[in-house]
Each structure stands twice: as structure tokens, then as C-alpha cells.
């Protein structure tokens, strides 16, 4: 019997995403896990200036309390006043997908192959109505080298951007 393909541990840093205040900005990782079981929690670590966290805190509590599937989020947990984390979620099915259950087989593979920074930037911007900055930059790390390195337009993440600002 060969041993089942694993996903490998990456982690996502996306610094400065949120307009206004360019030194806050979070990191994702993904655990090492076997694929088609289901998707672990995926820790955020999110890092900046105390007022800016402390506000960014109270809106990361609208995400956790929003009843969505097929993700969620925990609610927020603040280890400093400059450093908070939280994680993302799967809710797209209960057990392993298969080809005889393919209920929320679909959410299942999108949330595996979605990076969660994707919904995390979302909902921050439709949910808790925070603005993101114009480019939004993503490196992506696979043990201690940089496997990619994105700009994005905050248009390509969400159709409407945010209207608050963490700095006022």
C-alpha cells in the first residue's frame, strides 16, 4: 500500500494589506497534512502597531460571529497588543470527500486550493468593512525559501473594497 500524498507545510505573508496603516500585516500557514482528509485549521498571525491592532481586533470579532459556510473563522485571540491570532476554518463537509459523497466536495477542494487569504482579505473588506491598500503584495514560503511572490489589485480579491480605516 503506498503512503498517501501529503500537502506540504507552506505559509502566506501579506504585509501592509489594509489601507492606511502599511506596517500591519498577517502571515498564513498551512500545516503539513495527508490530502482528501479533511482540511485542518489554518492559523493567521496577524502583527502591527497597538491602536490600529486593538481596532482591527473588535472587527476580526464580526468575521468569527458570521454564520457562513463553507468557512469560517475562530474568534480572535490577542497574544500582545501588537499581535493577534485567529484561523481559518474549513466547514465545507463533515469527512473525507469521495467520489460517492460529493456533497461539499466542490467548497471542499476550493477552500483546499484557494489560498485563506483570499476569503480573509473578503471578508475584512465586505464583512467588517475595512479598506484594503491599492496592491496588496502575498510571498509565498515553502520551508525557508520564497516559492512565489504576487501583486494583486485589491478588485482581483473583492468586488467592493471596505470603507473604514484602521489608522483613524
Same mark, same amino acid.
Given at each position: ?67 457562513? @459556510?463553507?468557512?469560517?473563522? !475562530?474568534?480572535?485571540?490577542? #497574544?500582545?497588543?501588537?499581535? &493577534?491570532?485567529? /484561523?481559518?476554518? $474549513? ?36 464583512? @467588517?468593512?475595512?479598506?484594503? !491598500?491599492?496592491?496588496?503584495? #502575498?510571498?509565498?514560503?515553502? &520551508?525557508?525559501? /520564497?516559492?512565489? $511572490? ?19
Amino acid at each position: 500500500m503506498e503512503p498517501s500524498p501529503h500537502l506540504a507545510d507552506i505559509t502566506i505573508k501579506v504585509p501592509g494589506p489594509f489601507a492606511g496603516v502599511s506596517d500591519l500585516g498577517f502571515s498564513a500557514r498551512y500545516p503539513r497534512q495527508p490530502f482528501l482528509e479533511p482540511m485542518r485549521d489554518v492559523p493567521l498571525w496577524i502583527e502591527g502597531p497597538a491602536g490600529p491592532m486593538r481596532r482591527l481586533a473588535t472587527r476580526l470579532q464580526m468575521l468569527a460571529s458570521q454564520v457562513q @459556510a463553507p468557512h469560517g473563522w !475562530t474568534d480572535p485571540v490577542m #497574544l500582545t497588543d501588537e499581535v &493577534a491570532v485567529m /484561523a481559518f476554518q $474549513d466547514r465545507s463537509a463533515a469527512g473525507p470527500t469521495t467520489v460517492a459523497a460529493p456533497v461539499g466536495a466542490l467548497d471542499y477542494v476550493l477552500n483546499l486550493v484557494r489560498p485563506v487569504v483570499f476569503p480573509f482579505l473578503h471578508d475584512c473588506a465586505e464583512v @467588517a468593512h475595512l479598506r484594503l !491598500t491599492e496592491r496588496i503584495d #502575498l510571498v509565498v514560503h515553502q &520551508a525557508d525559501r /520564497a516559492v512565489a $511572490d504576487l501583486t494583486l489589485r485589491w478588485d482581483q480579491v473583492v468586488h467592493a473594497n471596505g470603507e473604514d480605516l484602521l489608522s483613524a
